[in-house]
């Protein structure tokens, strides 16, 4: 296979998992037949035995060209070959049982050296009375891929090395060694890895100041310099020579102590990176050499246990830190010369090779069992010239039973043990804008997901449990099944990837089902009846079919016992944009200038729609607060509708259901809203840890996300804040349109004290990562969330409501079915603006600080002077000033801090009792009165 499948599996663990492979077919007589085709195959190429190969040609075949094949493929000095059977099709033109077209694996081994072929076989026995006695014989073979260069790497028994103040560095990255011992692995290209034994030094520097406050979070310091004991190096063996130099490592006596803690080290490590599981071909552990400037060290550290560096230069962070004991990143960057190529930003679809274009999904679901069955077909084009293999992201609990192309007839595929992962092999590498339809079909156990992204569970408004009383009796909540972002239910692009899509879900007939699209037409209908596991009793069973003409990032199916409660055509208030004035030229008749007066008024604008429809289900005893959402629901779409210029789909349904803890999910065209199972004398509503005044929440920050998250997307993990901060602010407007003023300023009181409090876990541009280490997930909804919608708010009263809200439109329009990044942004804001924001952008969302302000008032005959001072770094921060006048009469101003010294003045109406700063909350900054 190809070089992208060498990059992929330098950390991956690959498993062939064929279909139809039984243990029964062992004693099928056409079965044995084969196997022993195949036996005579890796004979004749164990003993290197040409005539053999001729032999099992076929009269028919071209035996010069056999013969290149053999001589071509078979590499002199094998020591062992195995051979596998991995798909087997009937042979185009032949009867039954008269030709197949086989594809087999051949690994074959050269001393320490190891290559994988896949080729084609082409087999047919002559037909007869006797069939089953007559040899198969190849009409044709091809080879499809491979891949050379495997290593079965084994650390030296006979050369061991004194260290004298070995230096091995790699970015921002020194292991120093004053004495020790060092032991190497060699391949004929040279030493690719080494084992220190000692008392060394680890130092790791990461440039990057956010990575540094992420370290330390770890360490406890901004640069880790700590004391380890042995190490396992991976380097490509063109580099080792060159950093190896003068008189670093010294030949010695064996010592068969120190050798086997060497052993010991070396086994333990050389499994984790750039390794291969071969399974069926080879039970050992075969190695890839590191490229050039790539570098991987198992360090053991005496503090920090086992911590594994690496640089990657495949990817967009090539520079990363890990903690093996936690599975916790501590720090992944782009390194310098990674910036240099690639630029500042990245966006995730730049590293996969193709674009699903459409989804057409049709799988039956047994609740019963947890069981999933169906087949899922892929429209994509491809990305990058000559790709040889597609990866497929796919749960790896469901079970494969075919990959088959329109274009390409079936082909082989592996699954990648621990990795959500489906290889595809296609047989020839296909051009770019390739166009292919693949079909997968698959069964298996799924497990409902967590709920995560597009999502919001009771917490993130201030990071508490629903602090139940453990007296009062619960009552289960109703079953639901999600299946979302989160578990790979169908096979899909390993990035969430803008797509349509057609949904099919069959269920028991006492399920229904909500999906990312619009029920179509005849849905739902009655399905074939299943038989039961394990009674004679058969399933009614019903199918939900559902279109999403408009692209989505990811498909979201929920599966529970519910009720359809209502549906509205909500009207909008969309002021649809002008159409262009006709082109009169040439339209001679009055009918003719009607006629084209009436296309341009007809020309929609993009995007907009007058109507959309809302649809409400909901679990049995969530009917009367699901009777409520819909009025809610039909408010909060409006009013997203006229911020954005646009409701990014036909329709949306609410599905209401129940759940210990209140929260909600939002694939596109849905959302679902946790509800707590009725509990007796116990209402969550008053929980403390929802926002108090503010009961439609949860609703309104799930909606929000049809626009941002699902219509706007993100270009990687570091800029899910345009999705959730986006969410949580329209939420915040919604509050105040609904709640009014105190009911908002509470909202934003509360976004300040996390993004204060929690600001020093690192920026808000760190995304999932927030928290992490610590294992912390309040951190990433104090700061991805909260402070987020308060960066936002701050933005909007720096550049003022019209610049703000054009801006929100010209963002939205422009990132529409798009994936966003803060740059986009921040563009879309300076323009509409007219303002640079950089710096704004710079210190709330790539930075962490949170200014200190102090502030001094004086009065001067009818103004107010305000006078704010900040240290440090300068923040763009407006602060609210309230005046209190002696006759209770209030005013606010704001002043736009942005410098070290800012000086602001205001007319006053009366004689002042008080001045407040920052009494709306709307100031993410520590305020002090000098
Ligand atoms: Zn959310």
């Given at each position: 296979m190809l070089a992208r499948l060498l990059i992929l599996w330098?950390?991956?663990?690959a498993?062939?998992?064929?279909?139809?492979?039984?243990?029964?077919?062992?004693?099928?007589?056409?079965?044995?037949?084969?196997?022993?085709?195949?036996?005579?195959?890796?004979?004749?190429?164990?003993?290197?035995?040409?005539?053999?190969?001729?032999?099992?040609?076929?009269?028919?075949?071209?035996?010069?060209?056999?013969?290149?094949?053999?001589?071509?493929?078979?590499?002199?000095?094998?020591?062992?070959?195995?051979?596998?059977?991995?798909?087997?099709?009937?042979?185009?033109?032949?009867?039954?049982?008269?030709?197949?077209?086989?594809?087999?694996?051949?690994?074959?081994?050269?001393?320490?050296?190891?290559?994988?072929?896949t080729?084609?076989?082409?087999?047919?026995?002559?037909?007869?009375?006797?069939?089953?006695?007559?040899?198969?014989?190849?009409?044709?073979?091809?080879?499809l891929a491979?891949i050379?260069?495997?290593?079965?790497?084994?650390?030296?028994?006979?050369?061991?090395?004194?260290?004298?103040?070995?230096?091995?560095?790699?970015?921002?990255?020194?292991?120093?060694?004053?004495?020790?011992?060092?032991?190497?692995?060699?391949?004929?290209?040279?030493?690719?890895?080494?084992?220190?034994?000692?008392?060394?030094?680890?130092?790791?520097?990461?440039?990057?100041?956010?990575?540094?406050?992420?370290?330390?979070?770890?360490?406890?310091?901004?640069?880790?310099?700590?004391?380890?004991?042995?190490?396992?190096?991976?380097?490509?063996?063109?580099?080792?020579?060159?950093?190896?130099?003068?008189?670093?490592?010294?030949?010695?006596?064996?010592?068969?102590?120190?050798?086997?803690?060497?052993?010991?080290?070396?086994?333990?490590?050389?499994?984790?990176?750039?390794?291969?599981?071969?399974?069926?071909?080879?039970?050992?552990?075969?190695?890839?050499?590191?490229?050039?400037?790539?570098?991987?060290?198992?360090?053991?550290?005496?503090?920090?246990?086992?911590?594994?560096?690496?640089?990657?230069?495949?990817?967009?962070?090539?520079?990363?830190?890990?903690?093996?004991?936690?599975?916790?990143?501590?720090?992944?960057?782009?390194?310098?010369?990674?910036?240099?190529?690639?630029?500042?930003?990245?966006?995730?679809?730049?590293?996969?090779d193709y674009?699903?274009?459409?989804?057409?999904?049709?799988?039956?679901?047994?609740?019963?069992?947890?069981?999933?069955?169906?087949?899922?077909?892929?429209?994509?084009?491809?990305?990058t010239?000559g790709i040889g293999v597609l990866t497929l992201?796919?749960?790896?609990?469901?079970?494969?039973?075919?990959?088959?192309?329109?274009?390409?007839?079936?082909l082989l595929f592996l699954?990648v043990?621990?990795?959500?992962s489906v290889l595809v092999n296609l047989p020839?590498p296909v051009?770019?804008?390739?166009?292919?339809?693949?079909?997968?079909?698959?069964?298996?156990?799924?497990?409902?997901?967590?709920?995560?992204?597009?999502?919001?569970?009771?917490?993130?408004?201030?990071?508490?449990?629903?602090?139940?009383?453990?007296?009062?009796?619960?009552?289960?909540?109703?079953?639901?099944?999600?299946?979302?972002?989160?578990?790979?239910?169908?096979?899909?692009?390993?990035?969430?990837?803008?797509?349509?899509?057609?949904?099919?879900?069959?269920?028991?007939?006492?399920?229904?089902?909500?999906?990312?699209?619009?029920?179509?037409?005849?849905?739902?209908?009655?399905?074939?009846?299943?038989?039961?596991?394990?009674?004679?009793?058969?399933?009614?069973?019903?199918?939900?079919?559902?279109?999403?003409?408009?692209?989505?990032?990811?498909?979201?199916?929920?599966?529970?016992?519910?009720?359809?409660?209502?549906?509205?055509?909500?009207?909008?208030?969309?002021?649809?944009?002008?159409?262009?004035?006709?082109?009169?030229?040439?339209?001679?008749?009055?009918?003719?200038?009607?006629?084209?007066?009436?296309?341009?008024?007809?020309?929609?604008?993009?995007?907009?729609?007058?109507?959309?429809?809302?649809?409400?289900?909901?679990?049995?005893?969530?009917?009367?607060?699901?009777?409520?959402?819909?009025?809610?629901?039909?408010?909060?779409?409006?009013?997203?509708?006229?911020?954005?210029?646009?409701?990014?789909?036909?329709?949306?349904?609410?599905?209401?259901?129940?759940?210990?803890?209140?929260?909600?999910?939002?694939?596109?065209?849905?959302?679902?809203?946790?509800?707590?199972?009725?509990?007796?004398?116990?209402?969550?509503?008053?929980?403390?840890?929802?926002?108090?005044?503010?009961?439609?929440?949860?609703?309104?920050?799930?909606?929000?996300?049809?626009?941002?998250?699902?219509?706007?997307?993100?270009?990687?993990?570091?800029?899910?804040?345009?999705?959730?901060?986006?969410?949580?602010?329209?939420?915040?407007?919604?509050?105040?349109?609904?709640?009014?003023?105190?009911?908002?300023?509470?909202?934003?009181?509360?976004?300040?004290?996390?993004?204060?409090?929690?600001?020093?876990?690192?920026?808000?541009?760190?995304?999932?990562?927030?928290?992490?280490?610590?294992?912390?997930?309040?951190?990433?909804?104090?700061?991805?969330?909260?402070?987020?919608?308060?960066?936002?708010?701050?933005?909007?009263?720096?550049?003022?409501?019209?610049?703000?809200?054009?801006?929100?439109?010209?963002?939205?329009?422009?990132?529409?079915?798009?994936?966003?990044?803060?740059?986009?942004?921040?563009?879309?804001?300076?323009?509409?603006?007219?303002?640079?924001?950089?710096?704004?952008?710079?210190?709330?969302?790539?930075?962490?600080?949170?200014?200190?302000?102090?502030?001094?008032?004086?009065?001067?005959?009818?103004?107010?002077?305000?006078?704010?001072?900040?240290?440090?770094?300068?923040?763009?921060?407006?602060?609210?000033?309230?005046?209190?006048?002696?006759?209770?009469?209030?005013?606010?101003?704001?002043?736009?801090?942005?410098?070290?010294?800012?000086?602001?003045?205001?007319?006053?109406?009366?004689?002042?009792?008080?001045?407040?700063?920052?009494?709306?909350?709307?100031?993410?900054?520590?305020?002090?009165?000098?």
């Amino acid at each position: 296979m190809l070089a992208r499948l060498l990059i992929l599996w330098l950390v991956f663990r690959a498993v062939p998992a064929f279909a139809g492979q039984g243990p029964l077919r062992a004693l099928d007589p056409e079965e044995l037949s084969i196997q022993n085709f195949l036996q005579a195959v890796e004979t004749a190429i164990s003993t290197l035995d040409r005539q053999r190969w001729l032999d099992l040609q076929s009269s028919a075949a071209d035996r010069d060209q056999a013969a290149e094949f053999f001589y071509a493929m078979v590499p002199q000095g094998i020591t062992r070959v195995v051979v596998k059977e991995r798909d087997r099709a009937a042979l185009q033109g032949t009867l039954p049982g008269e030709g197949y077209r086989l594809i087999v694996e051949v690994f074959m081994e050269t001393g320490a050296r190891g290559r994988i072929a896949t080729w084609h076989l082409d087999i047919r026995r002559p037909r007869g009375e006797d069939l089953g006695r007559q040899p198969w014989r190849i009409v044709a073979e091809e080879r499809l891929a491979s891949i050379e260069g495997l290593h079965r790497l084994s650390l030296q028994p006979d050369k061991q090395f004194a260290v004298k103040n070995l230096v091995l560095r790699a970015v921002d990255f020194e292991l120093r060694m004053p004495e020790g011992e060092a032991f190497v692995a060699e391949t004929p290209e040279g030493v690719t890895a080494m084992v220190l034994l000692g008392e060394g030094t680890m130092v790791f520097r990461p440039m990057p100041k956010e990575e540094r406050g992420q370290l330390k979070l770890f360490a406890g310091s901004e640069s880790l310099e700590t004391p380890f004991t042995s190490a396992f190096v991976r380097i490509s063996p063109f580099e080792m020579e060159q950093r190896i130099t003068g008189d670093m490592l010294q030949l010695v006596a064996l010592d068969a102590r120190a050798y086997r803690r060497g052993l010991s080290v070396f086994e333990d490590s050389v499994s984790k990176s750039y390794n291969l599981d071969l399974s069926d071909l080879s039970r050992e552990v075969w190695s890839l050499l590191p490229q050039p400037g790539d570098f991987v060290a198992e360090v053991k550290t005496r503090r920090f246990d086992d911590l594994t560096y690496a640089r990657s230069s495949g990817e967009a962070e090539d520079v990363t830190m890990f903690h093996r004991g936690r599975k916790r990143n501590i720090c992944a960057y782009a390194s310098e010369q990674k910036l240099a190529s690639r630029g500042r930003f990245y966006d995730e679809d730049d590293s996969v090779d193709y674009d699903v274009l459409d989804y057409d999904v049709d799988a039956s679901f047994y609740p019963d069992r947890d069981w999933m069955e169906g087949k899922t077909r892929m429209k994509i084009r491809v990305n990058t010239n000559g790709i040889g293999v597609l990866t497929l992201r796919f749960a790896d609990s469901m079970n494969v039973s075919s990959v088959m192309s329109d274009e390409l007839g079936r082909l082989l595929f592996l699954r990648v043990r621990n990795q959500n992962s489906v290889l595809v092999n296609l047989p020839t590498p296909v051009a770019r804008d390739f166009p292919m339809s693949i079909t997968v079909n698959y069964s298996g156990r799924l497990i409902r997901q967590n709920i995560l992204d597009e999502s919001v569970s009771l917490g993130s408004a201030d990071g508490q449990r629903n602090a139940q009383p453990d007296d009062i009796p619960t009552v289960p909540a109703e079953p639901k099944w999600l299946f979302s972002n989160r578990n790979y239910w169908y096979p899909q692009n390993q990035v969430t990837d803008f797509a349509t899509a057609r949904i099919r879900i069959t269920v028991p007939t006492d399920y229904r089902v909500i999906a990312s699209g619009i029920t179509e037409a005849g849905s739902p209908a009655a399905a074939p009846a299943a038989p039961s596991e394990g009674s004679t009793r058969v399933i009614a069973r019903t199918s939900y079919s559902f279109v999403a003409p408009q692209p989505v990032r990811y498909l979201g199916v929920l599966i529970s016992r519910m009720v359809t409660v209502d549906a509205a055509t909500v009207a909008l208030d969309i002021v649809p944009a002008k159409a262009p004035a006709p082109d009169m030229r040439g339209a001679d008749t009055l009918a003719q200038q009607i006629m084209r007066l009436n296309a341009a008024v007809l020309i929609p604008p993009v995007g907009a729609r007058n109507t959309v429809v809302l649809n409400v289900e909901a679990n049995r005893r969530q009917e009367s607060r699901a009777r409520e959402a819909l009025g809610t629901g039909a408010d909060i779409i409006r009013l997203y509708a006229r911020l954005t210029g646009d409701v990014p789909y036909d329709s949306i349904t609410l599905a209401m259901v129940e759940d210990e803890v209140p929260g909600g999910h939002a694939p596109g065209y849905f959302a679902m809203l946790n509800n707590p199972p009725p509990v007796a004398g116990f209402n969550w509503r008053n929980d403390p840890a929802s926002f108090q005044g503010f009961p439609e929440f949860f609703i309104a920050h799930e909606l929000a996300h049809q626009w941002f998250g699902q219509a706007v997307g993100w270009k990687n993990y570091h800029e899910q804040w345009l999705s959730e901060g986006f969410a949580q602010y329209f939420a915040a407007l919604y509050a105040k349109e609904k709640r009014g003023e105190p009911a908002f300023r509470e909202i934003l009181r509360q976004f300040r004290k996390w993004a204060i409090e929690d600001s020093d876990q690192g920026p808000v541009y760190l995304g999932y990562r927030l928290g992490h280490i610590k294992g912390e997930s309040r951190t990433f909804r104090a700061l991805v969330y909260n402070k987020g919608a308060a960066v936002l708010h701050m933005l909007r009263r720096e550049i003022g409501d019209e610049a703000f809200f054009g801006g929100i439109k010209k963002f939205y329009a422009e990132n529409r079915f798009k994936k966003a990044s803060t740059d986009d942004l921040r563009r879309a804001m300076e323009l509409a603006s007219g303002r640079d924001l950089s710096r704004f952008f710079e210190r709330w969302i790539y930075d962490n600080g949170i200014p200190s302000l102090r502030y001094s008032t004086a009065v001067e005959g009818q103004q107010l002077v305000v006078r704010f001072e900040q240290d440090g770094d300068v923040y763009d921060v407006p602060v609210t000033v309230a005046v209190t006048y002696a006759d209770g009469k209030t005013a606010e101003f704001i002043v736009a801090v942005n410098d070290s010294a800012t000086e602001a003045r205001f007319p006053l109406t009366g004689v002042i009792r008080s001045i407040d700063a920052n009494p709306d909350g709307a100031a993410v900054a520590i305020i002090e009165k000098k």
